[in-house]
């Protein structure tokens, strides 16, 4: 009715009428009164940023970008702008644009975990590692009890197989700073088998790079004592004995503890303290061996627990041999 008596000239009208359908979920009706609103108002920042959702709600994400564009350019503080703009570059796929866009967000909230996540998600996809680093320690700090093991699994990956980033770089330089975004981590989240995990890939691939014998050898004594801290929570898990897929993550992490022990014991002297290291391998698989020899399941899952048995079977007595041979000497 104002808008008839206004001559179609009232951008109130509309955006009130636009709005009252937002709420009710009639994007439709919501992006027909809110164009109009604007037509005859352009300058109606809460309206683009109504419009720019109403629009992503029917999927006319070219519109919703449009939107976003425009109420950004009227209140640049806007984060929550900037991050839907993001979303909409993202369905777009437009990755290059989101991640740029999601830079914006933070310059105007540092302190949004969210936007934060999807700065490292974006980072992760367009291989931007530099940038997948720093999220990940901002992330560290404003969610201390929780890590996402995609995206450090896919960063160490990166890492440790020099995978070229974004800028045709490889991102083996980030070693020395990833390792110090795990330390980081690990300060903070202690219970998390997958981060120690790739902790000890790290620590691995630094001494591969080392020229000095005696720093290789604390490099692979840290990520020996990494895979014993992932050994520790997974087996103090409630969930270990619960099924095949548990079990075989668990005897994997033994598998690589014990690879890690001999490690350090060929590095080791004198072969006393070599033979307490493979002593602490040996007891690893000796308890991974009996946990799934009594596993409770069905013919099946016994089944395809067989292979993993004999791998664990044939680690042990390598590592059996070892010892009896050091004691030889």
Not at 188 to 198: G, L, P, R, S, Y
Request: neutral net charge; contains cysteine; glycine residues 4%.
């Amino acid at each position: 009715r104002a808008w008839e008596i206004s001559g179609q000239r009232s951008a109130r009208a509309q955006r009130c009428l636009g709005i009252l359908y937002l709420r009710q979920g009639k994007f439709a009706e919501t992006i027909d009164c809110l164009q109009k609103s604007l037509a005859v108002n352009s300058i109606q920042e809460g309206v683009w940023f109504s419009l720019g959702c109403a629009c992503m709600g029917e999927k006319r994400f070219e519109i919703a970008a449009t939107a976003f564009q425009r109420c950004v350019s009227l209140e640049y503080d806007n984060f929550e702008a900037w991050n839907n703009l993001a979303s909409v570059h993202i369905r777009l796929d437009e990755k290059a644009k989101a991640h740029r866009t999601l830079r914006e967000a933070l310059r105007c909230n540092f302190e949004k975990w969210q936007i934060w996540e999807n700065f490292a998600l974006v980072s992760a996809d367009i291989g931007d590692f530099d940038d997948l680093v720093q999220a990940l320690h901002r992330l560290t700090d404003l969610r201390t009890k929780s890590v996402d093991e995609e995206l450090v699994s896919v960063l160490v990956r990166a890492v440790v197989e020099g995978v070229d980033d974004c800028r045709g770089l490889s991102a083996s330089r980030l070693l020395s700073k990833t390792l110090e975004l795990f330390g980081h981590i690990t300060s903070k989240v202690t219970n998390n088998a997958c981060v120690w995990e790739q902790f000890a890939r790290l620590q691995t691939a630094q001494a591969w790079q080392c020229e000095d014998e005696g720093k290789v050898l604390q490099r692979y004594e840290k990520a020996m004592r990494c895979l014993q801290s992932a050994h520790r929570v997974l087996n103090q898990s409630d969930t270990i004995n619960s099924s095949v897929a548990s079990l075989t993550k668990t005897s994997k992490v033994t598998m690589d503890l014990s690879k890690s022990c001999q490690e350090v014991s060929q590095r080791t002297t004198p072969s006393s303290a070599a033979i307490q290291v493979l002593s602490s391998g040996k007891l690893a698989l000796r308890g991974m061996l009996a946990r799934v020899k009594k596993f409770d399941g069905s013919s099946e899952d016994v089944a395809k627990l067989e292979p993993i048995m004999s791998e664990l079977d044939a680690e042990l007595q390598l590592v059996i041999s070892k010892i009896a041979q050091l004691k030889e000497t």
